[in-house]
């Protein structure tokens, strides 16, 4: 008995799966492959240049450069008598892909004689910069100043002293937008 109810099994699956018939399970699938990439800011030197203020102009320079990478730039100032000024003007450029959204300057002044060296800031660099947009003379450029002190009092004390300028540009791009993950 055991064996006709094999045999009859057999035969039905034998038939059906000729027939195409038969137990199937039928699946599929839908698939959504994505990537993202992150943006940046980066800011760079579109441009630097320098004037001198000074009693003895002949005797004194105040150079200036961009570098390599171009996120840097030199001014050089030699032979400076009390008084005397290099004042800096730097052009940035948003050289990433997003915009720049706060731009901040933060200048220090060091020196090995206490009270012989100055520098700040004269006119801020604009609020906001788009991508590949520069700052230019006819938007606010940055502008300061790296000065030998004219305080008659050091004046002797700052024969031969050597100041350090840092001038230090912070671009930041604030996320204020607010964003659903609602449908």
Partial sequence: MVAKIVWTALIVVGVLSVS?????????TATINGTGSAGNINLDFASISTSLISNTPTYTTCTSGVGTPANTATVTATNFD??????????LTNTGSLPIT???VRISVTSNVTNCWDGQTL???VTSLAPGASTSA??????GFFELERNSQVNQNCQLSTGTLTVTFTGTLAN???IS???
């Fill in 20 to 28: 195409g018939l038969g137990f199937a399970a039928w699946s599929t």
């Fill in 82 to 91: 009390a008084g005397t000024m290099c004042i800096i003007y730097a052009n």
């Fill in 102 to 104: 706060s731009l901040s």
């Fill in 123 to 125: 006119v801020k660099t």
């Fill in 138 to 143: 006819t938007n606010s450029p940055w502008i």
């Fill in 176 to 178: 204020t937008q607010s």
């Fill in 181 to 183: 993950d609602s449908p």
